[in-house]
């Protein structure tokens, strides 16, 4: 069951690197869901995506131009509009600061990137599993980061 109740469940990526978008969109293709994939490139064209239309499901880089994600994230939650988007941070960044940063400023999961494609269609699937419209996930510090090791 995707997130809206349609046929379609639509995921935006906010990722700069070229390479990690095009892996993602591969191992998002082989998650058994029909998924519409979207890319900001940047923080700013992020945020001007939100405000056109909110997907049913974010991941975000915590490393791009122009804004990163932390105030990204920080712009999100702080708008009511979107109080029942699932933030879902998507990053090689895998350091405490960074992590407890993205809990406590309400981000949903922390997924490290994998390196390899076995781990991200995995990491992927369990993701856009979760029933995010019958409740908004969120974990506990402990089962917040989804380390593909």
């Known amino acids: 069951m995707n ?9 935006l990526l ?7 978008y095009y892996i ?10 029909t998924v519409l994939l979207t890319r900001a490139e940047n923080g700013e064209l992020l945020m001007k995506l939100l405000d056109e239309k909110v997907p049913d499901i974010l ?12 105030q990204c994230l920080r712009e999100i939650r702080a708008n009511k509009k979107y109080d029942s988007l699932p933030v879902i941070v998507y990053s090689s960044l895998d350091d405490l600061r960074t ?7 309400g981000s949903n999961l922390y997924a490290i990137k994998p390196s ?3 781990e991200l269609k995995t990491i992927l699937e369990r993701i856009l599993t979760i029933d995010w419209k019958k409740v908004m996930y969120f974990p506990t510090l402990s089962d917040f980061v989804l380390n593909p090791h």
């Not at 906010?14 to 990690?20: F, G, K, P, Y």
Request: hydrophobic content about 40%.
């Open 14 to 20: 906010a990722e700069d690197d070229n390479e990690d």
């Open 59 to 70: 991941f975000l880089d915590m490393l791009m131009p122009c804004k990163d994600g932390q």
């Open 3 to 11: 997130l809206s109740g349609a046929d379609t469940t639509h995921v």
């Open 24 to 33: 993602f969109s591969l191992a998002i293709q082989q998650v058994p869901l």
């Open 116 to 118: 390899s494609f076995d």
């Open 99 to 105: 992590i407890e940063f993205c809990y406590r400023e």
